[in-house]
């Protein structure tokens, strides 16, 4: 089985053996278009591989022909510099050609270095600007009670966007309404732009922070790099009745390239011609492996 055929019918709910397959092959879409263009983020890009596959491909009730349907789950990307992650995941869901991912980060393209919902189809929010996803979350996801409607809200974000004082405003405000289907999901890879996360503001303990804050976390932790745990966080969400819920998951920067993985460099750094080739070997044996499960 390949790539295309687990397309063929975008609506499918994807098991986990078939999402991780999906998650290796947009780690080398995503690759080949970084090293291509000579610009973009890939350390957290990668890191985030497999949640969005697993939200997009598993989770989320959504229309790739009607991107804007209103009653569609909604999803923030609020660490908009991995922007090659949505649009590898989105072009391969069917919100658009996946022949136009090489235009990436070009003048007027599309798909802008960072996501933009007015350019860019399926996206629910610009970002890149750390910090904002979590409030505008907030307000969808308000919106839905005040418009009696069901859909989900997901806000994925990094260390980065919890850095920034107007998250933990969303926190206090979030625990205060107690939106219904609002879901923030953590991509805890520890790693920034310059640096380890503990040098640069700590953000531990975080579950006790958020739980402080009048958040549902699990107790548990869940591997962000692993589908079947991601699948099992899926069901702790649906088995819980408090909101507003978080999901802290463990995850690794530049996961799938070993000379990337917890190093800080490739945060957004230019993959040069040596470093490309190694890496695709790495991408490319790492997805034979996965096919052969399939
Ligand atoms: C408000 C704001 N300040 C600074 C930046 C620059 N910046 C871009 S990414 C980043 C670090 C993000 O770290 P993290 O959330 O851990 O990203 P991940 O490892 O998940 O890619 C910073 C500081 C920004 N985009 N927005």
Redo the contacts with the bound molecule.
């Keep these: 089985m390949t790539a295309e055929d687990l397309f063929k019918n975008p609506n499918q709910k994807l098991r986990a053996r078939e999402l991780s397959y999906l998650a290796a092959f947009f780690r080398v879409e995503a690759w080949n278009i970084l090293y291509e263009r000579g610009t973009g ?1 890939w ?3 990668a ?2 591989m497999e949640l969005t596959t697993s939200l997009y491909f598993n989770r989320m009730n959504i229309r790739s022909e009607d991107p804007s349907w209103e009653d569609r789950d909604r999803f923030i990307l609020s ?4 922007s090659i992650n949505l649009y590898t995941v989105l072009a391969y869901r069917g919100f658009f050609s996946p022949e136009i991912l090489p235009s990436f980060r070009t003048l007027g393209a599309t798909l802008q270095g ?1 996501p933009s919902m007015i350019t860019t189809p399926g996206v629910d929010l610009s970002t ?5 996803g979590l409030s505008v979350g907030l307000g969808m996801a308000l919106a839905a009670r005040h418009l009696k409607k069901s859909y989900w809200t997901y806000v994925l ?8 004082g107007s998250s933990w405003e969303a926190l206090m405000c979030a625990a205060k309404y107690r939106p219904e289907r609002f879901v923030l999901l953590i ?8 640096g380890y ?1 503990e040098d ?1 503001m700590p953000l531990e303990p975080l579950r006790d922070k958020l739980v402080s804050f009048g958040w549902n976390v699990p107790e548990q932790s869940f591997d962000g790099n692993n589908t079947g745990d991601i699948l099992k966080s899926f069901v702790w969400l649906d088995n819980e009745d408090k909101w507003p819920k978080a999901i802290i998951y463990k ?1 690794t ?1 530049g996961m799938g390239v070993s000379f990337t993985e917890n190093d ?1 460099h490739w ?2 750094a230019k993959i040069d011609d040596e470093s490309f080739k190694k890496g695709l070997l790495e991408l490319g044996s790492d997805l034979s492996r996965r096919e052969i499960w399939l």
């Excluded at 890149?128 to 904002?132: C, D, F, Q, R, T």
């Excluded at 974000?157 to 920034?164: F, I, R």
């Design positions: 983020h350390g957290g890009a890191s985030a660490k908009g510099h991995a960072h890149g600007a750390l910090g904002h974000t990094g260390e980065g966007c919890l850095n920034e991509d805890y890879n520890k790693v920034q732009l310059d996360e640069i995850t920067k800080n945060h957004g």
